[in-house]
Nanobody, 122 residues
Framework: QVQLLESGGGDVQPGGSLRVSCAAS????????MGWYRQVPGKQREPLAA???????NYADAVKGRFTISRDSAMNTVYLQMNDLKPEDTAIYYC????????????????WGQGTQVTVSS
């Protein structure tokens, strides 16, 4: 079984920062890419960032310059560092992984985590 487990969500004030983590049950190099989506209830999920196994990255325009995706291969973990957070960033953040190459923003994800809640409010 492949499992992705997100953590690090929570409450933060506007302008603050947060880092969410995604720990995989297998080597992250088992995947062609890993990435992050977010979803607000009643709205379509948004692809935010992706990182390939050869270090290419993609970002959504809404988060480019504020969010950074990275990995720690030894820990089988991918991170999303979120800076200058805004109320509209409030969502459930999901980790994804795939075994196929992608054309951004279509990630063709094969695996999804359970999500971690991020709430930005004053």
């Amino acid at each position: 079984q492949v499992q992705l487990l997100e953590s690090g969500g929570g409450d933060v004030q506007p302008g603050g920062s947060l880092r969410v983590s995604c720990a995989a049950s297998v080597s992250i190099f088992s995947f062609v890419f890993m990435g992050w989506y977010r979803q607000v209830p009643g709205k379509q999920r948004e692809p935010l960032a992706a990182l390939t196994n050869n270090d290419n990255t993609n970002y959504a325009d809404a988060v480019k310059g504020r969010f950074t995706i990275s990995r720690d291969s030894a820990m089988n973990t991918v991170y999303l560092q979120m800076n200058d957070l805004k109320p509209e960033d409030t969502a459930i953040y999901y980790c994804v992984a795939g075994r196929y190459t992608y054309t951004w923003p279509n990630l063709s994800s094969d695996y999804w985590g359970q999500g971690t809640q991020v709430t930005v409010s004053s």
